[in-house]
């Protein structure tokens, strides 16, 4: 496996874990939105240094554990476990775990948060809503996070993108859940993404067909049903499944209608939501119409904020398939998305063949090239929408 760290910035190292404080890792590393690697050489480090080691940890049936540390470390880890008598699959398990009991949860001792809300938009197609969409919600499942990932847009790209039919019309859809006619549990219709990189973490919530019509159904509710309120249907039906997941990413259509107003408002900093958790991430290209679609977007959101009094946040930009060679449009215009300040610019993804590889195979980037440069790219978007 070729390092996706460049100039030998770290190696990759193999030991072995127990299967609990691998997944205690996972999450608490995603909770304080620090990458694996990062909190294993933070525990190595104190760990070398602690005087008093605690006591043995129980390591029968330790699994395969990998990472990438900077070089030397782990040999010197090594050497201390060689001074302390002890294995090198001990050592990893103490170092974590006296991690995970310096960096607590920061959910320790409060009632558990709201999942965090994630609404990519732009009114604009063709930017890479979808594969934004679904990279980001990759990324988080990888962190060890549960997530769902809506497909919103009729369309139906991204469920057809991971190889999952669309739900048919006159069926029990998010659609009808909307509509307030759901039949059933709104749970029996989520996809588990079977792929052993996620964990049977990733669930997907499918396209329907009857999205197409879903704005003017809205509208007809809210102007003849007493006490509808069109913004809040996507919210009613994804309420009764939120507690199952720690993330919902949403891939929005290209639209500035009825079912925008909806996941935008879905989106909102709700009562007592710490800053940063929930809010839009907008996909963008290096040209000129795309300023022109990010600034009917802002002005929709201001709009709907100023009438229902919402507090919607900007969680960044993604100037998506980015390729300098297009000359100075392309140059000037990322100039001109970076220098925006506020939205941040959350990265910079090249115009490269492993998305459209993955696509055409109907597999998820991350697991089809997860040490591409667009790969690390969506987990580095996924960290920068999430403080």
Known sequence: MASPYPDGDREKVASKLPSALQQALKVRAAELTLDIQEAVEAAITAWRTATEPGPDI?????????????????????????????????GLAQA??????????????????????KIVCNQKGGVGKTAVSAGIAQAYAEMGKRVLLVDY???????????????????????SHMRGEGQGDLRDLVVVIEDSRFEKRLHMLPACFDGFLLDSSLGILSANKRGFQ?????????????????VIVVDCPPSLGIAMDA????????????????????PVLAEDSSATAYGMLAQQIDALCDDLSLDVEYLGLVVNMYDSRRGYVATSSLANWKSLGDPKVLAVIGDLKEQREAVRTQTPLLSYAPHSSQAEAMRQVAKGASR
């Open 263 to 282: 996941a935008l408002y879905y989106g909102r900093r709700r009562r007592n939501e710490k800053p940063g958790r929930s809010g839009v991430v907008i």
């Open 153 to 175: 847009d009729p369309q139906g790209h991204l469920s057809e993108q991971l190889g999952i039919p669309q739900i048919e019309p006159d069926h029990d859809s998010l659609v």
């Open 58 to 90: 129980e390591t029968a049936g330790a699994k395969s554990f990998s990472t990438w540390l900077p070089p030397g470390l782990y040999n010197d880890f090594k050497a201390t476990c060689t001074d302390r008598n002890m294995s090198y699959t001990q």
């Open 96 to 117: 974590v775990r006296d991690w995970l009991e310096a960096n607590p949860s920061p959910q320790a001792g409060t009632t558990p948060d709201e999942p965090e809300r």
């Open 230 to 246: 069109k913004e809040v249907a996507l919210e009613m039906a994804l309420r009764p499944i939120e507690a199952d997941y720690d």
